[in-house]
């Protein structure tokens, strides 16, 4: 092995290294010189970076042919040539190893409401920020841009800020909206990343437009989180989704809503809608499935069916006992699920 000159980047030797695995016949000799990367090499990467490359040297230290060692120093060569430390927060599938954080599992389990940083608990309608974070790391890369129109408490903008990408938040609720804003004065941007909240029905609100008069790329990501019926009255709006007469005019208005915003989505983009199902009148509504349904008809393509825990939610904390005496009397089942589906537009 050629050693690396003083001050080269890990890049450079791990490339070496790479090209010397892949030219030699010798699988001892191999093992040697990658294991003589050692940790203060590897910290020059990011935290995805250098957890994919620890896992490719790793299964060459443990390769137990040359041929196989060649395997992954090709996969560990190609995962480096597309990698650039300033753009980090692209998601990059030839680094795949390193995405831990990154589900692919449609079962999501995520625990309690993380709170960190602007994160607050005082919106009944939000939703824990675990489910922006993984759809914008997924279908987004930094400098996109991402919309909410059920902006609520600002939980999407907020992760969108923290992950570098722009988003606008339209909300109906005037008093929501103005607590919002006064988050969001509070709120630092990270790389120069937009946050715009408007204070406007989504059913009439000129998204197309928006992208027109700001002169920005069109929307990579939609996140939407609808109030499930009426389960919880957010205003008396006659707009309100939470104010629809029926299911049917929920989700009718809901597709009408989602009609909208698909003119300002750009050409393989996605589309997240978080909801739950209800009951009412001793059966249940399966209004995840209708909304699901309703998108669909639009021409989306539907790419995952997510089922999320919701144990422990506000309205049922610290009554499990009172809802578990209800369900064994009425011959029900406690919701402790809701949806994420996720759909790709064009």
């Not at 990367?37 to 390769?63: F, Y």
């Not at 990408?165 to 790389?191: C, H, I, M, P």
Request: glycine share 8%.
């Amino acid at each position: 092995m050629v050693e690396s000159e003083q001050g080269s980047g890990v890049l450079e030797l791990l490339d070496q290294l790479c090209m010397e695995a892949l030219q030699s016949e010798s699988l001892s000799q191999v093992k040697e010189n990658f294991r003589k990367v050692g940790h203060s090499d590897l910290d020059q990467l990011d935290v995805i970076a250098r957890t994919a490359v620890e896992r490719e040297i790793g299964q060459i230290l443990n390769s137990r042919t040359v041929e196989r060692a060649r395997y992954y120093a090709k996969n560990l060569q190609n995962g480096l040539k597309t990698y650039s430390k300033s753009d980090a927060d692209a998601f990059n599938i030839n680094l795949w190893k390193g995405y831990d954080h990154i589900i692919t599992g449609s079962l999501w389990n995520f625990g309690p409401r993380a709170r960190g940083g602007q994160h607050k608990g005082w919106y009944w309608g939000n939703f824990i920020p675990q489910i922006p974070f993984q759809l914008i790391s997924r279908y987004t890369k930094p400098g996109d841009w991402v919309v909410d129109p059920f902006c609520g408490s600002g939980t999407t903008l907020l992760e969108a800020m923290k992950l570098g990408r722009n988003s606008l938040g339209v909300e109906l609720n005037s008093e929501v909206y103005q607590k919002t804003t006064e988050l969001f004065n509070k709120a630092s941007a990270k790389a120069n990343a937009r946050a715009v909240l408007e204070l406007q029905d989504s059913m009439e609100f000129d998204f197309p437009g928006f992208v027109e008069k700001e002169k920005i790329p069109k929307f990579k990501l939609a996140i939407l989180h609808p109030p499930y019926w009426d389960i919880i009255k957010f205003s008396e709006n006659p707009r309100d989704l939470s104010m629809a007469k029926d299911s049917e005019d929920f989700t009718t208005r809901l597709a009408n809503l989602a009609k909208g915003i698909l003119p300002a989505m750009g050409y393989g983009s996605h589309i997240g809608l978080v909801i739950g199902d209800i009951y009412r009148n001793g059966e249940v509504i399966p209004l995840g499935f209708r909304s699901m349904d309703a998108l669909s008809n639009l021409g989306l393509k539907l790419r995952g069916i997510i089922v999320k825990d919701i144990q422990n939610t506000r309205a049922k904390r610290n009554s499990e006992n009172l809802w578990r005496y209800r369900a064994l009397k009425s011959g029900f089942y406690v919701f402790k699920h809701e949806y994420v589906f996720v759909f790709k537009y064009h």
